[in-house]
T-cell receptor, first 113, second 116 residues
Framework: GNSVTQMEGPVTLSEEAFLTINCTYTATGYPSLFWYVQYPGEGLQLLLKATKADDKGSNKGFEATYRKETTSFHLEKGSVQVSDSAVYFCARKLTGGGNKLTFGTGTQLKVEL | EAGVTQFPSHSVIEKGQTVTLRCDPISGHDNLYWYRRVMGKEIKFLLHFVKESKQDESGMPNNRFLAERTGGTYSTLKVQPAELEDSGVYFC??????????????FGQGTRLTVV
């Protein structure tokens, strides 16, 4: 079936550590891929996206590359900050599917000093 | 410009009661979506309005859930009667256009519903 699988949390890192949150997807066709972030007390915000294979989405120091061969869209950041503490959701949208998104379970990130 | 607004932010009700959640989309956004996240699981699609019409309601869990968008502006999601498994965070999102692909969907803060 069509789904999104992301690594379970919580993930706890020290400030300036390297972050990877894995995300893989299954889909027929060529989905668009997204990372959303939910900071404490706030709604979901789009962090970055990629709409075709080999595209790299980037924002606020975060990056993710659309890998069709491995059906992955892993989120990375070279040096995390305390302010990056949040829940991160990987999501897929099928072409022509409007904004009907399929989300992963979310990964809670806690960054400590 | 105001973002997507949801009311209330939190609601605690007893099993069997009725609760109505409200979503005010961004002005001018024809598309409105409801999603739900239950207890640390994935965020699941519930339904999609285009203006006042239900475009896709394939994610609605059962007939205890009723969504409306009269006049194509704000939307309500009523749960009647509420059950324990309805507890979770209900998100609303809106986006502007349809073709060739939708623009970014903007999400509200969510309504945390607790059924006791």
């Amino acid at each position: 079936g069509n789904s999104v699988t992301q690594m379970e949390g919580p993930v706890t890192l020290s400030e300036e550590a390297f972050l990877t949150i894995n995300c893989t997807y299954t889909a027929t066709g060529y989905p668009s891929l997204f990372w959303y972030v939910q900071y404490p007390g706030e709604g979901l915000q789009l962090l970055l996206k990629a709409t075709k294979a080999d595209d790299k989405g980037s924002n606020k120091g975060f990056e993710a590359t659309y890998r069709k061969e491995t059906t992955s869209f892993h989120l990375e950041k070279g040096s995390v900050q305390v302010s990056d503490s949040a829940v991160y959701f990987c999501a897929r949208k099928l072409t022509g599917g409007g904004n009907k998104l399929t989300f992963g379970t979310g990964t809670q990130l806690k960054v400590e000093l | 410009e105001a973002g997507v607004t949801q009311f209330p932010s939190h609601s605690v009700i007893e099993k069997g009661q009725t609760v109505t959640l409200r979503c005010d989309p961004i002005s001018g956004h024809d598309n409105l979506y409801w999603y739900r996240r239950v207890m640390g699981k994935e965020i699941k699609f519930l339904l999609h309005f285009v203006k006042e019409s239900k475009q896709d309601e394939s994610g609605m869990p059962n007939n205890r859930f009723l969504a409306e968008r009269t006049g194509g502006t704000y939307s309500t999601l009523k749960v009647q009667p509420a059950e324990l498994e309805d507890s979770g965070v209900y998100f609303c999102a809106s986006s502007q256009d349809r073709a060739p692909d939708h623009t970014e969907a903007f999400f509200g803060q969510g309504t945390r519903l607790t059924v006791v």
